[in-house]
């Protein structure tokens, strides 16, 4: 299996510009999750997919950013407009047999940078 | 709110020696999961080793080892005959319910 695949790796934007990044989870897992990392928070949970479904959005940090996981081997993040404050390494994570113990596969992130 | 504390920002061990990298955890759960993630140069996030909560006895994987002690929310990862390539973040996490929670990273460095 080719593993949580993102793209695109590296995205350079100007501030109020529309960003999207993309995240196939690997074939059979039905959870998948966004992360954020940064220096000064860590990585951050901003929202989980449960066979497709939003269960928990909260960590969305506001209106600017929406999800969308329109099929089991898809999902989006799109944030507009940017902000230079959401420049932040973008991790998509999946793991099998929904909302279980089991460990999370990630990505190898989106390092995202708004000017 | 279930929270996850690394108290060690840097961490440095000999080659060949060994290092113990500390996490306490926070929750009023019984039923619960934690990991240790690895985030090397390359950015990819590995799993290095999980704990049920549920078990007494302690995970092991080759040179990585926990000690989990449950009544104290303690979950220390230790790393034995380390390498070189060992060098890197590692992330301690918990996983509860719908929650996931972690914590704020020690960077290891591996002295040749």
């Keep these: ?115 | 709110a279930q929270t996850v504390t690394q108290s060690q920002p840097e961490m440095s061990v000999q080659e060949a020696e060994t290092v113990t990298l500390s996490c306490t955890y926070d929750t009023s759960e019984s039923d619960y999961y934690l990991f240790w993630y690895k985030q090397p140069p390359s950015r990819q996030m590995i799993l290095v080793i999980r704990q049920e909560a549920y078990k007494q006895q302690n995970a092991t994987e080759n040179r990585f080892s926990v000690n989990f002690q449950k009544a104290a929310k303690s979950f220390s990862l230790k790393i034995s005959d380390s390498q070189l390539g060992d060098a890197a973040m590692y992330f301690c996490a918990s996983h509860t319910g719908n929650q996931f929670y972690f914590g704020t990273g020690t960077s290891l460095t591996v002295i040749p």
């Design chain 1, 1 to 115: 299996d080719a593993g949580v695949i993102q793209s695109p790796r590296h995205e350079v934007t100007e501030m109020g510009q529309e960003v999207t990044l993309r995240c196939k989870p690997i074939s059979g897992h039905n959870s998948l999750f966004w992360y954020r990392q940064t220096m000064m928070r860590g990585l951050e949970l901003l929202i989980y997919f449960n066979n497709n479904v939003p269960i928990d959005d909260s960590g969305m940090p506001e209106d600017r950013f929406s999800a969308k996981m329109p099929n089991a081997s898809f999902s989006t993040l799109k944030i507009q407009p940017s902000e230079p404050r959401d420049s932040a390494v973008y991790f998509c994570a999946s793991s099998p047999f929904g909302v279980s113990y089991n460990e999370q596969f990630f990505g190898p992130g989106t390092r995202l940078t708004v000017l």
